[in-house]
């Protein structure tokens, strides 16, 4: 099929906020953004610095200053190369934390194959990675698939980067108890397959915001069709997007 076939014929199923959902370009994604005065999160799934910079000279085009961008992504590359190349503009880690039976923990955010015997220990690395890379803070996971905690984020995890100055978001929170689980756990934002039950969860604090005072839900364009199923909260397998509404 062509991009354009693809366009015409793609159409994400209804779920909790999402009617006839199709697919976009960047461009029109962040036209998008611009007229709903919101921000946007470029996600660089690939990277190179020609592509970041083609993404930055849309945004620029699209009249999106500085100030209304995050990157957020698992690309350390695009972080690193974005805290000389766009110094200016918030970064955040997309990052993973299991933790193994023993009760240790690993993470992507930290040394590869070293499990952290402690939360402390987790909580110390992930700080030293936020120093490395100049970051604003972290992507931190909250992921359930059928009834099985795949990732999860603990209290005192989110509480003590808050108190060290890290902007917070949780994915995915796609349903309304998780969603203030982790306001109260001081989480800034919350990615979402699964916008109208999320979006509730937001509106029950006046302190869930993105930097710059936005609205903190950020809604994956995807199908969303398990992340709502109450059986398989959290799940939040959707097609990837190029960009996220914030």
Known sequence: ???????????????????????VTLAE????????KKGVWL?????????????????????????RIMIATWTKPALKHAMTAYPDV??????FIRQSPDGGFTTNSG??????????????ELLRHRDELKLTGFNLPHVVRRGKVIYHTTEKVVRALKAAGCWISIWFVNDPETGELYRRFGA????????????EAAARSRTLRTPGQLRGVSRQYGRGDRGCDPSRRGDGRV???AVQER
């Open 111 to 124: 040394e590869k194959d070293r499990v952290y015997a402690t939360e402390d220990e987790l909580i110390a």
């Open 188 to 199: 800034d934002n919350f990615v979402t397959s699964c916008a109208d039950p999320a979006c």
């Open 29 to 36: 994604a962040l036209e998008y953004g611009k007229r709903t």
């Open 1 to 23: 099929l062509t991009l354009a076939e693809i366009r015409e014929r793609g159409r994400c199923r209804p779920r909790g906020g999402y009617t006839n959902e199709t697919i």
């Open 90 to 95: 918030a970064r955040v880690a997309h990052t």
């Open 43 to 67: 996600d660089f799934k690939d990277f190179s610095p020609a592509l970041m910079k083609k993404a930055f000279d849309l945004c620029e085009a699209a009249g999106l200053p500085h100030d």
């Open 239 to 241: 097609r990837r997007p």
